[in-house]
Each structure stands twice: as C-alpha cells, then as structure tokens.
C-alpha cells in the first residue's frame, strides 16, 4: 500500500481459529455456529496479509472489494475505517462474510495459501468480524443523497436485488423494490438456515440499505400482482429483475408425490422463514420422521441434512451419486455436517421412493454408482453398478439438487429472451434483456448460484442503468 507504512508480516501458516460452537451441542439448536473472531484475534489474523504489490485477492471478487486496504485497517484496529473501505464496494458485508465461498474466490487467490501447508489469509473471517463490530459499536449516520428525478423498480429483495437497489439509490435514484413474500431478503431469508445466517443481520443490512431512501415493498407477485409491462407505464425508467430461482427441480423417479416429500426450497422455506423450528410459537409445523435422507451435496443439501438433525432427527443420511471430491459444498459445509453426525452415502443414486399403504414415505431404493469418464462438467460421469442395489428406511426424502427461475416473469413479459431452461438471457457486460431498460441478474439469470456472484450482477446492472439514464 503506497498510504500506509510498511511492516513485517506475521509469517504463521495456519489461519486463527475460529471459535465455534460444540458439535454435540449445536446440532440442537438454531444458533450461529461460528462465533465470530475477537478484536486482538482479527488483528492477529490481518497480520498475516503481506501486502502484496499485486493484490491477487482482489481478481477473485466479484464485487471488487479493496481487500488489502480494509485488512491494513484492521491492523491498525482502525474498524470503522476498514468498514468504510469495505461498504465502498460491498453494501452487505456481514452476509458475505459469512456465506460467500472464499475458498474459490478471495482466499483461493491468495499468494499465501500457495505455499505448500499454508492457509490463506482469513478474508471473510476478517469481513464479517468488521460488519459486526460496525453494527454492535459504530457511529449510526443516516446518509444524505441529493436525488435526481428518475426511478428504478426492483424485483426482488435478494442479493441481487438489494445490492442493485443500494448501488442505485447511492447514485440519487428513487428505486422500489417489490418482493414476493413477506420478508425482505429473498434467499437470505428463506434458504439459508438461522445457524449460517441469523435472520438479524439480514434484516440490518437490509435496513442500512433503506437508508438510502429504498422503498420495500412486501406481498407483491411481479408477473402475477403486477406486470413488467405495468411498471414500466407507471413511470418507473428501469427495470431490474432479480427474482432468483425458487421453482424446485425433482429428480423424476417413482413415488416423487408421496407424503414426507420436501424440495429442499418447501422445506427451508418452512424451517427459516416461517419459523417452523420454533412451532408450536410459530404456527408452522415441519413433520420429519426419526431417518431422514437428502439427496444432493450441494450447499443447500447440507443446510437441509444439518436442519433436518435440529429439528430432532436421528439418522440423516446425504445421499449423492459422486464421491466426495465432486460434491459442489463448501469444504467447510461438509465439515460441520460430519461433526453433527449427518451420514454421507456417496456413490449412491436414489431410484424409487416407495410409499405405505396410507400414502407416505416407508423407504428409497438406491442405485450403486462408479465413477466413469468425465462428462461435460468436467466431473466423472456416474454409472451403474448393474445388479447392485438397496434399501434405505425412511419416513422423510428431501430433494435438493438444484432449482430453476420462476417462470411468472418470462410468461407475461412479452420480448423478454429466456434460455430453454428458464434462465433470463442478457448482455453479460452490462446486464440488459432483450427487452429495452429491462436488466436482470442472479439466479434469475445463472440458475442457483452463489450470493456474491448475485451481487455481482446486481452491481454491474445499477452501473449500466445508472450510464444509460443519465446519458454517461
């Protein structure tokens, strides 16, 4: 850094740790795992940044975050400032910095964790301990924009939405967002458990964003409420849309329809927006049986497998058709879903629910799966073991292998280019759809992605509005 003053870097291999919660105590409950570093435990970790004259970090960011600069911060015990250095480019840093993959992003471009045995610098550790402090101890000032006359509707309160709608008010819009359910925060809200991603901290970042002048608006179906076609007659000059992907995939095997068949979406949704981890409080009953199987290993799976423990079952198995090593979680997701004691069966595919005679759930039939060539995901095929297949008892199957955009939208938007699978088609550069100043980004675009990457195309998009309306 040209501004600061240079020092000698701690030279330690290994990350500070983390302190978490015990596993046999946190798969009980719906609190936060990890508890978030201390003051001198984040100064310590900053340390271990070198500095570096070309910050590769900062290639792996999606929403470009001037790592070094708020890591320099952090050194210094200058957390405010850190923070201020952060929100530049990050509206929703206490979210990121719990959620965001850094080990394929930040951290996975990091000039330490190349040396053989070393971990990289703790990135998102140090985010999230900044947001935090930020939100316990620092200074509240409401910001002042002088606004500009135009105005921007949002579809969506997701990551891509809000970080749009953030970016855009910053630049003296008016904009409005419009969100299906009854909750801010999209996917924040209703996919990622209480134990990730406290609901709390959803809610503040969502209000800091507010203070920009966002309007929120719950309860409106855009596609059903309301159309593209009629936002756009009510004066607004933009469009984002950013209504992620919520319609569950199923894998298409017999007895699919029986009771104590969730998509892992139903399920979540149940458990972390409607609270049904609290029932009878909260009027939202989530019946599982004492076994409970999930097919899938991405993320949402394990979210799925560690809730399905909370919630008081006994056995929960994952149940994936590759090994291990081509399992799309986070290494860290995997980890804390063995230490609960969730059960993995890979190589295994489930072919068949089978139900009883009053409809529900008894047990799957499994396929015993190998590894064969790889395909075009650049992952080995799974194939068959001809003659090799069992049994698994139980009352409660969770699908979770992925989801795909709602298709309201792309069915009453005339114009609006989709891909074959739902996917809204745009310009990559600056986010437009085939239909003029209509943007879109997200899930609603990639399919199920991840948040920084959502926030990423919500950026993008509020740069190009922002050039086109005002004639930048």
Known sequence: MADAVRRKPNMAKEKVKMPEQDPNVRNSNFEEVALGYTKEMAMEEATRCLDCKKPFCMEGCPVNVPIPRFIEQVVAGNFEKAYEIITEENALPAITGRVCPQENQCEGKCVRGRAK???????????????????????????????????????????????????????????????????????????????????????????????????????????????????????????????????????????????????????????????????????????????????????????????????????????????????????????????????????????????????WVKSITCQEMQLGEADASGRRRPVPVEGHTFEIETGTFIVAIGQSPNPLIRQTTPGLDTQKWGGIIVNEETMETSRDSVYAGGDAVTGAATVILAMGAGKKAAIAIDEKLSGK
Do not use: W
């Open 117 to 359: 045995g070393c971990e990289s610098v703790g990135i998102g550790r140090l985010e999230r301990f900044v947001a935090d402090y930020h939100r316990e101890h620092g200074e509240h000032k409401t910001p002042h924009v002088e606004k500009n006359g135009k105005k921007v509707a949002v579809v969506g309160s997701g990551p891509a939405g809000i970080t749009c709608a953030g970016e855009l008010a910053r630049r003296g819009y008016d904009v409005h967002v419009f969100e299906a359910l009854h909750k801010t925060g999209g996917v924040l809200s209703y996919g990622i458990p209480e134990f990730r991603l406290p609901k709390t901290i959803v809610q503040a970042e969502a209000d800091g964003v507010a203070e920009y002048g966002v309007d929120f608006e719950t309860n409106v179906v855009v596609g059903r409420t309301i159309t593209v076609d009629e936002l756009e007659e009510a004066g607004y000059d933009a469009v984002f849309v950013g209504s992620g992907a919520g319609l569950p995939r199923f894998q298409g095997i017999p007895g699919e329809n029986l009771n104590g068949v969730y998509s892992a979406n139903e399920f979540l949704t149940r458990v972390n927006l409607m609270k049904g981890y609290m029932f009878p409080d909260r009027p939202t009953p989530v019946k599982i049986s004492p076994t409970v199987c999930v097919v899938g290993a991405g993320n949402v799976a394990m979210d799925a497998a560690r809730t399905a423990k909370r919630l008081g079952a006994e056995n929960v198995y994952i149940v994936y058709r590759r090994s291990e090593e081509e399992a799309p979680a986070r290494k860290e997701e995997i980890h804390h879903a063995k230490e609960e004691g969730i059960q993995f069966k890979f190589l295994t595919n489930p072919i068949a629910v089978n139900g009883d005679e009053e409809g």
